[in-house]
């Protein structure tokens, strides 16, 4: 049997949690291709060598993100009095591997973070559910009411698909330039998403459970 009891939280409107996810890579996105506006704002904290090198957009696109990724958990916070796991654990490695790639001058630390992060999650949905352990709801934030043979399917397949992303973002970065790797990032990744969770429509209808009924109101 798998264990489960996942409280249903408040609720968001799905725009403004797009918007949430999507802002800080957009961020990220934007300061890589045009650092230097922003230059004379993060020169007091990183110093000429980081804005000014053949490297200054990452480093740039690097330190606002980090800054983007705290806002958004902070907005996120306010809204809900709680935080979606996921947003949590990306916002932490992006935290810890953006101040080792500032720190160090060295852009393969935040290349890696999708690579790290992909492989936490898949290992967390695969070793989880290899113990009995049913932890997709809480990854995704999940409000979904499936059955047991409908859980299982989806875990396997939503855990075998961060595996696939973590080795997709390493073949390109270790690939393709910079910039072909950031544009990747944010136009690639987060389509490719949308369309396997798209896909797994059918399966969720599948097992979908009937909502309990509402109590009786006196």
Known sequence: MIAFEKPRGPKVNPLLKLALEMG???VFFFANFRPAPFK????????????????????TATALF????????????????????????????????GTLTLVLAD???????????????GAALLGGLAF????????????????EAGWRKLTIRWGLFFFF????NEIVWRTQSDDVWVAFKVWGTMPITIVFALAQT?????????EPADEAKD
């Open 202 to 210: 059918p399966l969720i209808m599948r097992h979908s459970l009937p």
């Open 24 to 26: 800080p890579l957009m």
């Open 165 to 168: 992303l973590a080795l997709l």
């Open 132 to 147: 009995g352990k049913l932890l997709l709801p809480y990854v995704l934030d999940s409000v979904f009411q499936l059955d």
């Open 107 to 121: 852009d393969l630390f935040i290349k890696l973070k999708p690579t790290i992060v992909n492989c936490l999650f």
């Open 40 to 59: 004379p704002l993060l020169q007091p904290v990183l110093g000429e060598t980081l804005l000014s090198g053949p490297k200054a957009g990452i480093f």
């Open 66 to 97: 980090m800054v983007a990724m705290a806002v958004s958990l902070v907005v996120t916070w306010r809204l809900l009095r709680t935080l979606p796991i996921m947003p949590v654990v990306t916002g932490i490695v992006v935290l810890v591997f």
